[in-house]
């Protein structure tokens, strides 16, 4: 029997939710870091073989579609892991899960925005291939190109790569850990503990979105936060509608 049984009482009912629920354990800046690294150990060297086995492809039928294969299967890896399983295996070998405000693993749709900005990496890696394509880079330089052209989809995927670094540090501001793609998806990254202690105790409805009576944050960083966070969905929408409008534009020249 589990020794987080909630009380009959209802007053210890109460005091039992509160001490779970200020007990709740959120995976900090330097733990995700780490997770990161081990993901990078784990998936990096498969990544890279199907990466450069579809660039190859690519550029050998003059078609971008295995590329964008690639990049789908990638995509499909992350949101089926995280919807799955609560999280990449360097999550979970770190004993972190990722879920909702109430502990449970995401939805497809809201594991698809979490990982958005992967997303849109993904659309300007083919367009930069795209128009190494048109180009006529020979497979041996394709790989060069990608990485060291100066064009405008560079300029879109090194900007990407900016918020993503700046929104990830987020994490390290607020009492809950989140980074800015946690609060677009509502989500969490939580211990392994902690989550067991959530399933266990499901009846109780632990919220995630309450604040802990030990919590510090001020309501300056709430609102600089929501700000924030409406700023970075503006130019996520902006720069998709971007890249649609060049990609159909080139597709009728």
């Known amino acids: 029997m589990s020794n987080f049984a909630p009380k009959t009482n209802e007053e210890e009912l109460m005091a039992y939710k509160n001490q779970v629920q200020n007990d709740i354990q959120y995976i900090a800046f330097w733990k995700r870091v780490q997770m990161n690294l081990l993901d990078l150990l ?22 971008v579609f295995p590329f964008i294969i690639y990049w789908l299967l990638f ?7 995280t919807v799955k399983f609560g999280g990449t295996p360097g999550k979970l070998l770190s004993k972190a899960r990722i879920v909702d405000k109430n502990g449970r693993f995401l939805h497809t749709g809201t594991a698809s925005i979490r990982n958005l900005l992967t997303f849109l990496y993904a659309i300007i890696m083919v367009l930069k291939l795209k128009e190494g394509i048109d180009l006529k880079v020979s497979s041996t330089d394709i ?13 879109i995927g090194n900007f990407i790569g900016i918020i993503t670094f ?12 989140r980074a800015l793609h946690d609060l677009a998806a509502g989500s969490y990254v939580i211990s392994l503990d902690t989550f067991k202690r959530m399933k266990e105790n499901a009846e109780i409805r632990i919220d995630l979105t309450r604040e802990d009576t030990t919590a510090t944050n001020t309501s300056i960083f709430k609102t600089l936060g929501k700000t924030v966070l409406w700023i970075f969905i503006g130019l996520i929408i902006f720069l998709v509608l971007v890249g649609v409008i060049h990609f159909i534009s080139t597709q009728n020249d």
């Open 75 to 81: 995509c499909a890896y992350y949101v089926f892991m």
């Open 42 to 63: 784990i998936i990096g060297i498969p990544a890279v073989l199907l990466y450069r086995f579809s660039l190859s492809t690519s550029i050998k039928i003059d078609s």
């Open 166 to 177: 700046v929104e990830c540090l987020t994490v390290a501001f607020n009492n809950k850990k």
């Open 143 to 155: 790989n060069h190109f990608i990485s060291t052209h100066e064009g405008y989809f560079s300029s």
